[in-house]
């Protein structure tokens, strides 16, 4: 099946710190989506992308859908302490097939911010 | 709150017995995805549905586990003689017909299996 790569896995930073974070697949994508996770709880949607290229904002969240249509990456500006949780990347396979709706995951980037 | 609704939130059952998952879909929304997430991993794809009809189900095993939405009431992931290895939080969203691609998903059901 598809597989997504994320990066970083974890990472640690101080509050007002701006934050990058990607996902890679080694085939074409044609939608990507960006989600949050707090612990115990299910994942929130951040952002949605349907067209290489497009950089979307949904205020301090900043994500892009990668011009090879294998990539999107999600900035987060001056980070604040509910910044903390998990954020995965997800999208559609441009193969696919017709009526399949199915995202595939990424395994997710830890973030953590020290006040 | 017109969010995606799932219950219950934590469930435990003994090996063999049977696990039933609910999940009442986003008010307006009439197409509902089920996934599993182990720990530390990102969630699979399970099954599509919509009302009375299974249209994906590609990532569903084909024993033990089955799923329905029925034209009445809450969508149902039903997992028969449960094994140990079938503990993990199932998450289960929901779209409208003209986004599908935008999933809201409910808060989950985290199953163990003892």
């Known amino acids: 099946g598809q597989q997504l790569n994320q990066s970083p896995q974890s990472m640690f930073i101080q509050e007002g710190e701006d934050v990058s974070m990607n996902c890679t697949s080694s085939?074409?994508?044609?939608?990507w989506l960006w989600y949050k996770q707090d612990p115990g709880e299910g994942p929130v949607l951040l952002i949605a992308?349907?067209?290489?290229?497009e950089l979307t904002s949904n205020g301090r969240l900043t994500a892009q859908f990668g011009i090879t249509r294998k990539d999107s990456f999600l900035n987060i500006s001056a980070s604040i302490p509910s910044d903390v949780g998990i954020y995965f990347c997800a999208g559609r396979s441009a193969y696919s097939g017709a009526g399949s709706y199915q995202l595939t995951f990424g395994k997710g980037t830890k973030l953590s911010v020290i006040p | 709150n017109a969010g995606v609704m799932q219950n219950p939130r934590h469930l435990v059952r003994r090996r063999g017995q049977e696990a039933r998952l609910r999940c009442s879909p986003m008010?307006?929304?009439?197409?509902v995805y089920w996934y599993r997430q182990l720990p530390e991993e990102g969630l699979k794809f399970m099954v599509y549905?919509?009302?009375?009809?299974?249209?994906?189900e590609s990532g569903m095993p084909k024993e033990r586990f089955s799923a329905e939405f029925p034209k009445e009431g809450p969508s149902i992931l039903r997992i028969q003689q449960v094994v140990r290895g079938d503990s993990a939080a199932y998450f289960c969203a929901s779209s409208s017909g003209a986004v599908k691609y935008e999933q809201y998903f409910g808060p989950g059901t985290r199953l163990t299996v003892t």
């Open positions: 008010k307006g929304h009439s197409h």
């Open positions: 549905l919509q009302k009375e009809n299974i249209i994906d």
């Open positions: 085939s074409i994508f044609n939608t």
């Open positions: 992308l349907y067209k290489a290229g």
